[in-house]
């Protein structure tokens, strides 16, 4: 489900390794240092905070956005957190997959940064398709679905694949303005502060002017798209704690209520906040203290 929005999980793993290496990163007082992840493609990116003996928590942002999308609210997070923010494959300063983008994968990433960060436990915070994959993962998702239509759009467009080129935008003014007209549609309050955090991730300079980071190959169908019936079947099936912070303005606000009326699992508690799909961003001090709130008491009681 990937209307979401802000979703903290509490996670339990069972240990068992994928990746042999560790996450390559230091870090001093609560500033974000960059850490690697291996993976079988290349590396995911990510920033972290805090220190490692902390509570461990995994970051996950939105489609097309990247780990500066958390800039403004985790440093106001408990400094009890060790938080890692990472770029999604394909976004951000991670690389891009070898083949097109699987719903179902963004779930073997998370355990991939886990693995590679030796985490048995963890928490996950969470926002817009980022808290659908966490969702997923916490509900145990199923590694295969066939769900022919979808499979044949994407399958359809890598027949009639030429290389995707990213658009150059002559100057980084034009690359913020490009981010705050995308994300404007859905946030009315997004504005240029939040634009700006986004492409300082998500673009570089190129002969030219400057293109985004982010995989081309984003926009093309997906093999795989969950029905939201099913999407519900797995938030049934969600055995932690759970928290959805509810923004209380947009289309998708209603949607989500009756969501999670429907669903009606004990183990997901909500709260509402004024907003928009991006509060996160532009008024991180009400989110950070329902984060705060949640994370540190529900992990005193596990």
């Known amino acids: 489900m990937h209307r979401i929005f802000h979703y903290i999980i509490r996670m339990q793993q069972n240990g068992s390794t994928l990746l042999p290496s560790r996450a390559v990163g230091t870090l001093t007082d609560f500033k974000s240092v960059s850490v690697t992840i291996p993976v079988p493609w290349g590396t995911i990116a990510a920033k972290a ?12 942002h939105g489609w ?14 408990s400094k009890e957190m060790y938080i890692v923010a990472m770029d999604w494959p394909g976004h951000g300063l991670s690389s891009k997959r070898p083949y097109l983008y699987n719903t179902f994968e963004y779930v073997s990433d998370i355990r991939y940064a886990a693995d590679a960060l030796k985490w048995k436990s963890f928490s996950l915070l969470a926002h817009s398709m980022g808290a659908g994959a966490a969702s997923w993962f916490a509900a145990a998702l199923p590694e295969k679905a066939d769900i022919p239509r979808q499979m044949g759009r994407a399958l359809l467009a890598l027949s009639q694949d030429a290389e995707i080129q990213s658009k150059v935008h002559p100057t980084w003014e034009a690359v913020v303005d490009r981010v705050l007209k995308g994300h404007a549609s859905l946030d009315d309050n997004f504005d240029v502060s939040c634009a700006a955090l986004l492409a300082a991730r998500g ?11 982010r995989d081309p190959k984003l926009k093309m169908p997906s093999l795989l798209r969950i029905p939201h019936e099913l999407n519900i079947t ?24 009756k969501t999670i009326s429907i669903v009606n699992n004990t183990k997901i508690h909500t709260a509402e906040v004024p907003g928009g799909h991006f509060v996160h961003m532009y008024n991180p001090e009400t989110v950070c203290r329902l984060i705060n709130d949640f994370l540190l008491t529900k992990n005193t009681e596990m």
């Open 49 to 60: 905070w805090g220190n490692p003996s902390n509570l461990p928590v995994l970051a996950l």
């Open 64 to 77: 097309q956005d990247n780990a500066g999308g958390f800039d403004n609210l985790i440093p106001l997070l």
């Open 234 to 257: 797995f938030l049934q099936q969600i055995c932690c704690q759970t928290l959805v912070i509810l923004p209380t303005h947009g289309k998708w606000y209603e949607l989500m209520k």
């Open 203 to 213: 673009a570089k300079a190129v002969e030219g002017g400057y293109e985004f980071t």
